[in-house]
C-alpha cells in the first residue's frame, strides 16, 4: 500500500499543480490581492537563488501561500515575523530557527513541487525565505507585508 | 465460419499445452530476470553516481580548506582539487571518468546523467562548483572576491572572501546532496517499479500458467472421460488379467454375460469360463499369447456365450500391468457357422446325413473294419413309385412322405449305424460289424417297415423300394462301394423292384453299361458329338414339302453312331434330356431361320422338334423357346413341338404342369402335334381340352392299312376324326406308294416316310428345298 502511494504521490502532485495553475491564472488576471475561498492568495516562486512574492501586500487575515519551487536545487519555504536581522546557527549558513516563531512552512521539495500553507495573519511584516545550507545566504528571502 | 471440431488426441493436445505453459514460464522469467538486471545495472551506475556526487561535497569541503591553508602559506593544491571537482562535476553531468582523488579510490566511469531534475542539479552544482573555485582562485590571488561573476544566481551580499567562500561551498554541498538524493530517489523509483513490473509479470505468468493448466486439466478430464465411455459404451468386453487373477472389467460384461463387476474382478472370471477353455485363458493371461482366442463364458442364465477375444500383452506397460483382453460375443456367428456346418453334411428335409457325410463316415468305417475283421455294409435305397406320389400329391405330400421314411429308416437301424439322403428319394445306409445274415435281415426288415402304410394328405400310402447291399471286409475305396450299391440295386429295380439284390461281380457289367453311357452323354454334349437330321413332311394332295422333323443324332467317338432309342430312355432317366432337349430346339430354329432367311421354304413352314415328357412342367422349355426365337428372329408359328400322347393325358401335377405350358406355348403361335397317336390310351375325345394342331398317326398303322383291314379302318378313323377336331393329319412312316395311294384315299393331309425321304443333315435337305420334292419313287422304298 505505501509503494502504491508512492507511485500516486506524482500523479496527486502533477494534479495539484493544474489546479493551482488555473487559481494561479485567474488570480492574476485581475489587478491586487486576489481573494480565493481558503482566502487571500499569495504566490510565491523559488528558484535558485531567488524568492518572488506576488502579491507583497495582503490585507490580514486568512492567506493562501502557494509556494512553486522553479529548482533546480530542492528548496522550502519558512515564513517568520520580521525583524532588523535573522539570528544564524554556527555554521553561519542557516536561519536558527529555533529561536523563531514560524508562522508558515511549507516543506522543501524539489523542482517542479507545489506546497502551499493556509495562515492566518495579523498585520505586520513577515519574512519568507529557503534555510536550505547557505540558501538563505545566497539570496532565497523575501518580504510579505500584511494589513 | 464455423470451426470443424476434429478429434485430436490428449498426448498431442497435453503436450502443446504443457509446452505452453514452459514458454509463458520462460518468457516472463526472462522478462522479469532481464528487467531485474537492467534495474540492478542501473543501481549500480546510481549507487556509482551517487558516490560521486557525494565525493563532491568532500572536494568541495577540501578545496576551501586547501585554499585557506594556501591563504597561510601551506603546500596544498587547491587547483588540482578544483580541476577534480570541475571534471567530476562534468562527467556526471554528461558522462565520462571522472577523476581519481589521491589515495582514495580510482577512477570512475560515469554515463550522463537522465532526467530533467538531475541534470538541473548537477548543471547547478557544476555552476557552483565554478562559482566556488573562481572565488577561491580570486582569494588565492588576492583579487577583489566581490568581482568574481556568479553563475549560479547566488546573491552573495557579504564581502568577506572567506564568508563568501562558506556560503558557495554550503550551497554546493546542498546542491551535491539534493542531487544525490534526487538521484537515490529515481533509484527507489526504479526499484519500486520493477518491483511493481515483477509483481505484474508474475501475477501475469501466473495467470496465464492457471489458465492453460486449467486448459489441460478440463482437455485431460474430457479426454479420460471420452475413453472412459468409449470403453464402457463398447459393447466389447474389456478385460485386464494379471497374476492375481482379472484385475479389470469393463461395464460391458453385464450386457454380455450379466454378470457384475464385483463377479467377475479377482478369480472369479475364471469360475465362469470354460473348462475346456481354461487353459487357452490361463496361457493368454501369463504369457500374452496367441494374439486371438476364443473361449466360452457362462452367463447369468447358465448359458455359455463364446466370446473372441483379442490378447494384447501390456505387462510391461507400467499403467496397465496386465494383459488386455478385448473380446467380443460370437455366439451367433459360432452357431451359424455350426448351423451351416451342419447344413454343409445333413439333409435339409429329413435332417439325416448327406452324401458327403455318408462319404466320410464310410471312409472313417472302412478304415476301422480294415483293422478288424468284421463286415461292413452299405445298402442303397430307390424308393419305387416316389415320382407318383410325388406328382400326384404335390411335393409337399412327397416331401412329408420322405420324412417319414427317414425316420422309419432310423427306427430299423442300430444308433451306431448311419441312414442318409442322396437326394431325390435315394437313401444309403452304413451297417458297422454286421454279418451277412444281419445285414440282410435288416435290409427285409426295412422293405417290410416300408409296405406299411404311411397316411400324406389324408390318402394312405404305400411305397416299396429297390435296395443294393454291398458287403465288404475293409481294403477298398467308398467310391467303389457306393457304386456297386448302386450297381446292385438297378440289379434290384431290374429284377422287379420292391426286392433287395446283394452285389456280386457280374451285375457290373450290365449296369456299367448304362453308367458308361450316362457318362459319355454328358461328355458329349460339351464335346458337341449331338447333331440333328431332317426328315420331311409332305402334303400329299400337292407333293411339297410344307415342314421338317429334327430328329437327334450322336455321334459317339466309342461307339460311333449311336441310335436314339439307345440314348434317349437314358437321357430321360438322368435328366439330361433337358439339356439335350435345349440344344434341338436351338439348333432347329437356327436352321428353320436359316431356311427362311435363305427364301428356300414357305411362310407357313415347320420345323417340328420331338419333346419328352420330362421337358415340360417346370424344367425351363418354354424359356429356352422364347430365347431362341429371340436369337434367330424366327416366329413362333414356324416351330413345332412333337410330344406323345402320354405326356399330354398324364394324371397329376406334371401332367397339368405339362398341359398348361403346352397351352402358354399354343397361345403364342407354337404348332402342337401328338406324336406316335394310337398307340397311347387315350382317347380322342380327351384330345378336344388339349391344345393341339395336328396328329401324327403311329408309322405302325400305316404299314398295317394295306393288309390288315383293322389297321386300315383304324387308320380312317383316326383321320376322319382328326379333321373332325379340325386337325392336321400325318402319316408317319410311308415307305411304299400303296402306302401313300392308302393314305391319300383316307384323305390323309401329310406324309413322312421313306417313301419321300429319309431323315438327312441339313445341308443336303437344302438342295432339296431349292429344287423342290423328288418324284415319289417306290424304288426308294427300303426297309
Not at chain 2, 568541495?60 to 585554499?67: I, K, L, N, P
Not at chain 2, 393288309?707 to 373332325?724: M, R, S, W
Not at chain 2, 441339313?762 to 424304288?779: R, S
Request: glycine residues 10%; contains cysteine; aromatic residues 6%.
Amino acid at each position: 500500500m505505501k509503494t502504491v502511494m508512492r507511485q500516486l504521490t506524482p500523479w496527486l502532485g502533477r494534479l495539484s499543480v493544474v489546479t493551482l495553475t488555473v487559481l494561479l491564472a485567474s488570480a492574476c488576471s485581475a489587478s491586487g490581492p486576489t481573494a480565493v475561498a481558503g482566502g487571500t492568495l499569495v504566490h510565491v516562486s523559488e528558484r535558485d537563488f531567488h524568492i518572488a512574492v506576488t502579491p507583497n501586500h495582503v490585507p490580514a487575515g486568512d492567506v493562501l501561500v502557494v509556494m512553486r519551487n522553479h529548482g533546480p536545487d530542492t528548496h522550502e519555504l519558512i515564513m517568520v515575523r520580521s525583524r532588523s536581522r535573522l539570528p544564524l546557527r554556527r555554521d553561519g549558513l542557516t536561519v536558527d530557527e529555533d529561536v523563531l516563531s514560524a508562522v508558515g512552512l511549507v516543506e522543501g521539495a524539489g523542482p517542479g513541487h507545489v506546497g502551499q500553507a493556509r495562515l492566518h495573519l495579523a498585520p505586520g511584516r513577515y519574512e519568507l525565505f529557503c534555510n536550505m545550507a547557505g540558501h538563505f545566504m545566497a539570496g532565497m528571502h523575501a518580504e510579505l507585508v500584511v494589513g | 465460419m464455423l470451426r470443424r471440431l476434429e478429434f485430436r488426441p490428449l498426448a498431442a493436445r497435453g503436450r502443446r499445452t504443457i509446452a505452453a505453459i514452459l514458454v509463458t514460464f520462460a518468457f516472463f522469467s526472462a522478462l522479469t530476470l532481464t528487467l531485474s538486471i537492467w534495474t540492478t545495472k542501473g543501481s549500480q551506475h546510481r549507487a556509482t553516481v551517487v558516490e560521486v556526487a557525494a565525493r563532491q561535497r568532500t572536494l568541495a569541503e577540501r578545496y576551501v580548506s586547501e585554499v585557506l591553508l594556501a591563504r597561510r602559506g601551506a603546500r596544498v593544491d587547491p587547483g588540482n582539487t578544483a580541476a577534480i571537482l570541475a571534471r567530476s562535476g562534468d562527467a556526471l553531468l554528461n558522462g565520462g571518468t571522472a577523476p581519481s582523488v589521491w589515495g582514495d579510490d580510482d577512477e570512475t566511469k560515469l554515463t550522463a546523467a537522465t532526467g530533467g531534475n538531475v541534470r538541473g542539479q548537477l548543471k547547478q552544482e557544476r555552476r557552483l562548483v565554478a562559482d566556488l573555485t573562481a572565488t577561491g582562485s580570486a582569494f588565492l590571488a588576492n583579487r577583489s572576491v566581490t568581482d568574481v561573476p556568479l553563475t549560479a544566481h547566488e546573491h552573495l551580499s557579504m564581502t568577506n572572501p572567506v564568508g563568501r567562500l562558506r556560503v558557495a561551498r554550503g550551497v554546493d554541498l546542498d546542491v551535491s546532496l539534493n542531487a544525490a538524493r534526487t538521484i537515490a530517489i529515481a533509484d527507489d523509483h526504479a526499484v519500486n517499479h520493477l518491483i511493481v513490473v515483477q509483481a505484474v509479470l508474475g501475477a501475469l505468468g501466473l495467470f496465464v500458467s492457471l489458465l492453460l493448466g486449467w486448459a489441460l486439466i478440463a482437455a485431460t478430464r474430457r479426454q479420460t472421460a471420452h475413453f472412459r465411455s468409449l470403453v464402457t459404451s463398447s459393447t466389447d468386453l474389456v478385460l485386464v488379467l494379471g497374476a492375481d487373477g482379472c484385475r479389470y472389467v469393463s461395464e460391458s460384461v453385464t450386457a454380455m454375460a450379466g454378470r457384475t463387476e464385483a463377479e467377475m474382478l479377482g478369480h472369479g472370471f475364471e469360475a465362469f469360463v470354460h473348462s475346456n477353455d481354461g487353459a487357452a485363458v490361463r496361457e493368454a493371461s501369463a504369457r500374452g499369447r496367441p494374439r486371438e482366442i476364443v473361449f466360452r463364458l457362462r452367463n447369468q442364465s447358465g448359458e455359455w456365450r463364446h466370446l473372441e477375444a483379442h490378447v494384447t500383452d501390456l505387462r510391461q506397460d507400467k499403467s496397465v500391468r496386465g494383459v488386455v483382453l478385448n473380446a467380443r460375443d460370437v455366439t451367433e456367428r459360432i452357431e451359424l457357422e455350426e448351423q451351416l456346418t451342419h447344413q454343409a453334411f445333413h439333409d435339409n428335409l429329413t435332417g439325416l446325413p448327406n452324401r458327403a457325410l455318408f462319404r466320410d463316415r464310410l471312409d472313417q468305417a472302412l478304415a476301422r473294419a480294415e483293422r478288424s475283421d468284421r463286415l461292413l455294409a452299405v445298402l442303397l435305397v430307390d424308393l419305387d413309385g416316389f415320382k407318383q406320389v410325388n406328382d400326384s400329391l404335390g411335393h409337399d405330400a412327397g416331401d412329408q412322405l420322405l420324412q417319414e421314411i427317414g425316420r422309419r429308416f432310423r427306427s430299423v437301424v442300430r444308433a451306431s449305424d448311419t441312414v442318409a439322403r442322396f437326394g431325390g428319394d435315394e437313401f444309403a445306409l452304413l451297417l458297422e460289424e454286421v454279418t451277412e445274415h444281419e445285414a440282410v435281415t435288416l435290409t427285409q426288415r426295412l422293405l417290410d417297415r416300408l409296405a406299411a402304410p404311411v397316411t400324406i394328405a389324408g390318402r394312405p400310402v404305400a411305397l416299396g423300394a429297390s435296395v443294393g447291399v454291398v458287403l465288404h471286409s475293409g481294403s477298398g475305396q467308398s467310391e467303389e462301394l457306393v457304386r456297386d450299391a448302386d450297381v446292385a440295386m438297378y440289379a434290384a429295380k431290374d429284377a422287379g423292384r420292391g426286392r433287395y439284390e446283394i452285389f456280386c461281380p457280374e451285375m457290373a457289367k450290365d449296369v456299367g453299361e448304362l453308367l458308361g453311357i450316362e457318362h459319355e452323354l454328358r461328355l458329349g454334349l460339351q464335346r458337341g458329338e449331338f447333331s440333328l437330321d431332317y426328315q420331311p413332311e409332305i402334303e400329299l394332295e400337292t407333293a411339297t414339302i410344307v415342314g421338317a422333323e429334327a430328329l437327334l443324332r450322336w455321334h459317339s467317338p466309342t461307339r460311333g453312331l449311336v441310335p436314339p432309342g439307345r440314348f434317349i430312355p437314358i437321357a430321360e432317366t438322368t435328366g439330361l434330356i433337358v439339356p439335350l432337349g435345349e440344344f434341338v430346339v436351338r439348333q432347329a430354329c437356327a436352321q428353320a431361320a436359316e431356311w427362311r432367311g435363305a427364301g428356300l421354304v414357305p411362310e407357313s413352314f415347320v420345323t417340328w422338334v420331338n419333346v419328352s415328357a420330362k421337358q415340360l412342367g417346370g424344367n425351363g422349355l418354354d424359356k429356352v423357346i422364347q430365347r431362341a426365337f429371340e436369337e434367330t428372329g424366327l416366329p413362333p408359328g414356324a416351330l413345332g413341338l412333337e410330344v406323345t400322347e402320354t405326356a399330354v393325358v398324364e394324371q397329376g401335377v406334371a401332367g397339368d404342369r405339362a398341359r398348361a405350358e403346352l397351352k402358354l406355348l399354343h397361345e403364342q403361335g407354337v404348332r402342337i402335334a401328338i406324336d406316335d397317336f394310337g398307340t397311347g390310351f387315350s382317347s380322342l375325345g380327351q384330345l378336344r381340352h388339349f391344345p393341339i394342331d395336328m396328329i401324327k398317326v403311329d408309322y405302325s398303322f400305316v404299314q398295317g392299312a394295306m393288309h390288315d383291314a383293322k389297321d386300315a379302318a383304324i387308320t380312317a378313323n383316326l383321320i376322319n376324326l382328326a379333321h373332325a377336331l379340325g386337325l392336321v393329319a400325318v402319316a408317319e412312316g410311308i415307305e411304299s406308294a400303296g402306302q401313300l395311294t392308302s393314305m391319300q384315299s383316307f384323305g390323309c393331309d401329310l406324309g413322312q416316310g421313306y417313301l419321300f425321304a429319309r431323315p438327312m443333315p441339313a445341308e443336303k435337305l437344302n438342295n432339296l428345298l431349292a429344287h423342290g420334292a423328288p418324284e415319289f419313287a417306290p424304288d426308294e422304298a427300303v426297309a
